[in-house]
């Protein structure tokens, strides 16, 4: 199955142009395959005879897979033939590889379209699911499956039988229906960074267990991309994203962290909450504003000399389901409305997970922010993207025991940032003073954010 | 480990420009004739006996057209007793159908001059119509997970494309003051839910004519196409 587009991960064979036997000359369309509203005709460019097709016109097969086999010569043909079915269902998806050596797969996919490493990576249409697996799996005897697979399972018409379980034992998982079914499947895992803590998460052992709060905490299970014993090839954004990790290697970086407590904040997200300002909009605007009283903080390396953007961008990094993140841009964030930057973050982020931003949706951040406090982290510190002079770690704010400057005991929430520089540009004290302001905007005067 | 994917992206150089033949012929276009026309672009294009692409704006008379693999159940009629012609076509995606005030526009591309991505092509095709739109004063939209242009739910821009050896040929459609009742005789592009539009709910009075030159406009900025006129 030829990529008709980089972030394709299947292709629906509408139909095939020759049977089986016929001639097929060089550069002769053999099929033609669909991937969503674009068909492509499939062409051959070796000449030869078409021995076998493994995938009928009206399936769905991985990018890679085998659909066909074309043979160099007539006398080849019954050889090939004999090795796989002569009539393929809708289940054959995968060939025995030791098919005849001098068989040419017909994969059919040229070099010279190929698209080259460097070329844009593309944000389109998200696909559907990666499916590696074999499709007609068959479990005899007695089948395990978890309650949701088996209820889920019986609401989609899929067949357990046919599942292959990747829990415990061979267990059947929702996930392995949804995938069976080739539905995008998704796990409940980092979702919008909205908020810097969830009480849920950090309120320490619970009381009470509740069945439900048990259902939940086993959904969530760590993101995996494979099964066991599996190496998966990194997406396009994956691979996007290990350059850049691999770049930051190349920056002197430094650290600087503060605690921030978070006490007049809550209070205020409480009274802004129920117009639709979400925390990622609070804090955008907190750093926005305190960079533009900080621009060596908005600065960047570049070979020419310390680089002052016009402007103050704040991306927001945001974890893809399939892999990979992206930092969708809030612009102007010093100068833009609390509510307007909530509204173009959800827009930003509904966009995101259908892979609609335009480039410079994503690329023109001046300094990025990373929030995992939803996961009740109390620190981390992130690493520093090309292109921007520093990042900040935002953890979870959570209760802590406080000595106060006359030495008196209190509680108050708090939370960790940590920033992560690029010392070429901003320094120590350029850091610990935004921290500073930052700090001081959140404590002594977070309403101000709403004017 | 937040990174900013972005950086890595470069904009494509728009030093670079293609020239074009542009074909706005006045009169309706009968449906097979146009089909033709673009075939045959295609294979001089493959043949390499031409190098210059090619674009077409026109009008169909009333027709429908199947994609490749597209179901008959989206028919509402009896498909051997059409209401107008009916055509089985090599592009993608299910029924649709045009009509006279309905502007469809075929770009014969070579896509290795752009990106060799039918995803990429899609989805510039639908950003060439939300600029469109938003010449007009309209801010057109994608649906997640689906092909073509809505406004305000409405979908007023249909994409098909057929493609080979990276060398495109049909394209979009899009209603601008055609009538719709011919959409009531069929499942536009297989979904149930959709509600057709034209640009004249929004636009009272707008005509092809005013649209013709935002549709050439735009269509150049994005493949850097240098018309050259019949």
Redesign the interface.
């Known amino acids: 199955m030829p990529a008709?587009?980089?972030?394709?991960t299947e292709g629906?064979i509408?139909?095939w142009l020759k049977e089986p036997g016929a001639k097929v000359g060089r550069?002769e369309?053999v099929l033609?395959v669909?991937?969503?509203?674009?068909?492509?005709?499939v062409?051959s460019f070796q000449e030869g005879y078409l021995a076998a097709i493994l995938m009928p016109a009206g399936s769905t097969a991985p990018v890679g897979e085998t659909i066909g086999l074309i043979v160099e010569s007539e006398d080849e043909i019954a050889a090939v033939q004999a090795k796989v079915p002569s009539q393929p269902s809708a289940q054959v998806s995968s060939l025995p590889n030791d098919s005849a050596s001098n068989v040419e797969v017909a994969k059919n996919e040229?070099p010279s379209?190929?698209?080259s490493l460097s070329?844009?990576?593309?944000l389109?249409?998200?696909p559907k699911t990666p499916v590696s697996e074999p499709r007609l799996v068959v479990n005899e005897g007695r089948i395990v499956a978890t309650p949701r697979a088996k209820k889920l399972a019986s609401q989609m018409g899929v067949d357990l039988k046919t599942v292959l379980g990747s829990g415990p034992h061979g267990r059947i998982q929702a996930e392995d229906v949804l995938r069976a079914k080739g539905e995008p499947i998704s796990v409940p895992w980092v979702a919008e960074s909205n908020a810097p803590a969830t009480a849920n998460f950090i309120s320490g052992p619970s009381k009470k267990m509740s069945s439900e709060s048990k259902a939940k905490s086993i959904d969530l299970k760590g993101k995996s991309f494979g099964q066991p014993g599996q190496t998966i090839p990194f997406n396009t954004?994956q691979q996007?994203?290990n350059?850049?990790?691999e770049a930051?290697l190349s920056f002197p970086c430094f650290r600087v962290g503060y605690k921030i407590n978070t006490d007049n904040l809550d209070i205020f997200y409480k009274e802004v909450k129920p117009n639709g300002v979400t925390m990622t909009a609070l804090l955008a605007k907190a750093v926005g504003v305190t960079l533009a009283r900080h621009p060596q903080v908005n600065a960047v390396f570049t070979s020419e000399g310390i680089s002052y953007p016009p402007d103050v961008n704040v991306?927001v990094?945001v974890a893809m389901e399939d892999g990979?993140?992206?930092?969708p841009v809030l612009k102007n964030a010093d100068k833009s409305n609390l509510f307007e930057l909530s509204n173009k973050w959800a827009d930003l982020v509904?966009?995101s997970?259908?892979k609609?931003l335009?480039?410079d949706e994503?690329?023109?951040?001046t300094f990025?922010l990373?929030n995992l406090g939803m996961f009740g982290v109390d620190r981390f510190d992130?690493?520093l993207?090309?292109?921007?002079g520093a990042?900040l770690a935002v953890a979870a704010s959570q209760n802590n025991v406080v000595a106060g400057k006359d030495g008196s005991i209190s509680v108050k929430r708090q939370m960790q940032v940590n920033m992560t520089a690029d010392h070429r540009v901003i320094y120590g004290a350029d850091g610990a003073a935004f921290l500073k302001d930052l700090a001081n905007l959140i404590e002594e005067n977070p309403s101000s954010l709403g004017v | 480990?937040?990174?900013?994917?972005?950086?890595?992206?470069?904009?494509?150089s728009s030093a670079k420009s293609f020239s074009a033949f542009l074909f706005e012929p006045k009169d309706l276009v009968p449906f097979k004739r146009a089909w033709d026309w673009q075939k045959n672009w295609q294979k001089g294009l493959l043949a390499q006996e031409i190098s210059e692409q090619a674009v077409w704006l026109l009008e169909h008379p009333s027709c429908y057209t199947l994609?490749?693999?597209a179901t008959q159940d989206n028919l509402l009629f009896d498909s051997k007793n059409p209401p107008s012609d009916l055509f089985r076509i090599?592009?993608?995606?299910e029924v649709t159908c045009h009509m006279p005030g309905q502007l469809v526009v075929y770009p014969v591309l070579d896509l290795?001059f752009y990106?060799?991505?039918?995803?990429?092509?899609?989805?510039e095709l639908e950003?060439v119509l939300i600029d469109v739109l938003r010449l007009l004063g309209l801010s057109g939209e994608?649906l997640?997970?689906l092909?073509?242009v809505w406004l305000a739910g409405k979908k007023v821009a249909s994409?098909?494309?057929?493609?080979?050896?990276?060398i495109t040929q049909h394209g979009f459609a899009l209603n601008v003051d055609c009538e719709l009742f011919s959409f009531e005789s069929i499942i536009p592009c297989g979904l149930k839910e959709v509600k057709v539009g034209r640009l004249t709910d929004w636009l009272p009075g707008l005509s092809i004519k005013d649209v013709r030159p935002l549709v050439l406009k735009v269509l150049a900025q994005h493949f850097q196409l240098v018309w050259i006129n019949e």
Do not use: F
């Not at chain 1, 669909?34 to 005709?41: G, L, P, V, Y």
């Not at chain 1, 993207?385 to 921007?388: E, R, V």
């Not at chain 2, 991505?117 to 989805?123: C, I, T």
């Open positions: 008709l587009s980089s972030t394709m629906k509408i139909e550069g369309s033609v669909e991937s969503d509203k674009a068909d492509m005709d062409e040229e379209l190929s698209k070329s844009l990576p593309v389109s249409d998200a954004l996007a994203v350059r850049n990790m930051s991306a990094a990979g993140l992206i930092t509904k966009r997970r259908s609609q335009q480039p994503y690329s023109t951040g990025t990373s992130a690493i993207p090309p292109g921007t990042i | 480990m937040p990174v900013d994917k972005g950086n890595l992206i470069k904009t494509r994609g490749r693999g090599d592009r993608g995606g290795r990106q060799t991505d039918l995803n990429w092509y899609l989805r950003q994608r997640s997970g092909t073509g994409i098909g494309v057929g493609c080979r050896r990276w």
